[in-house]
């Protein structure tokens, strides 16, 4: 039973537009939700995560919305730039226990 | 500050074998995740230790097990391997046991044949 799901396996987005990328969860004891980057050959890198009770997180490009009514979250990267293609992990974590990822999506971005 | 490390990079085993890998979280921190990554199945938690105890188990069989020393430096180890081992391994570690804060190193590419 996968708790934390990336429906999407890719996206292509061209430089300068936004990046959306999108996550469903089905474990509403969720506390905490984080996003990771990878590129290939590199373990995967923190980027930005939010708190079960906010909405909204943004960290200079990149913004994290948290719907708990739909149990869905969304990164979003404006603009995006050719540096971001890679890898994107969702993952979250339920107090004391391990974090889940989810299967991850590639993001090309083009120039 | 260094990094996590992972040792070796790569390793190529052939079934039935065992295998070892190694991983030295970053000075101070305390907690070492292991997870096998397998193209389409993201990331899947092995297990967690802190302070040289087991905190959390991912579902794994028991042929997957780990330890931890007490300088947090954590190994992993898999025995009797099957070609679905294949993988990449990674480790991560955090000062505390908060996933959140969690440091990954680059990975050990195991190959098996």
């Known amino acids: 039973d996968q708790q934390v799901k990336q429906n999407s396996p890719s996206l292509s987005v061209q430089e300068g537009r936004i990046s959306i990328l999108n996550c469903d969860y089905t474990?509403?004891?969720?506390?905490?939700f984080l996003w990771y980057k990878k590129y290939p050959a590199e373990g995967p890198t923190f980027l930005i995560s939010?708190?079960?009770?906010?909405d909204k997180n943004e960290d200079g490009r990149f913004t994290v919305f948290l719907n708990k009514s739909a149990k869905h979250l969304s990164l979003h990267i404006v603009p995006s730039q050719p540096g971001d293609s890679a890898v994107y992990f969702c993952?979250?974590?339920?107090?004391?226990?391990?974090?889940?990822f989810g299967k991850g999506t590639t993001l090309s971005v083009s120039s | 500050k260094a990094g996590v490390t992972q040792t070796p990079r790569y390793l190529i085993k052939t079934r039935g074998q065992q295998v070892t890998l190694s991983c030295s979280p970053i000075?101070?921190?305390?907690?070492v995740s292991w997870y096998q990554q397998t193209p389409g199945q993201g990331l899947q938690f092995l297990f967690e230790?802190?302070?040289?105890?087991?905190?959390n188990k991912g579902n794994f069989p028991g042929r997957f097990s780990g330890r931890q020393f007490s300088n947090s430096r954590s190994e992993m180890n898999v025995s009797t391997l099957e070609l679905g081992d294949s993988a990449l391994y990674l480790c991560?570690?955090?000062?505390?046991?908060?996933?959140?804060?969690?440091?990954f190193g680059p990975g050990t590419r195991l190959t098996v044949t």
């Open positions: 991560a570690s955090s000062l505390n046991s908060d996933p959140y804060e969690q440091y």
């Open positions: 474990n509403s004891m969720f506390d905490y």
């Open positions: 939010i708190s079960s009770i906010k």
């Open positions: 993952a979250a974590e339920q107090a004391g226990t391990a974090l889940i």
């Open positions: 000075s101070g921190h305390r907690s």
């Open positions: 230790y802190f302070s040289e105890t087991q905190r």
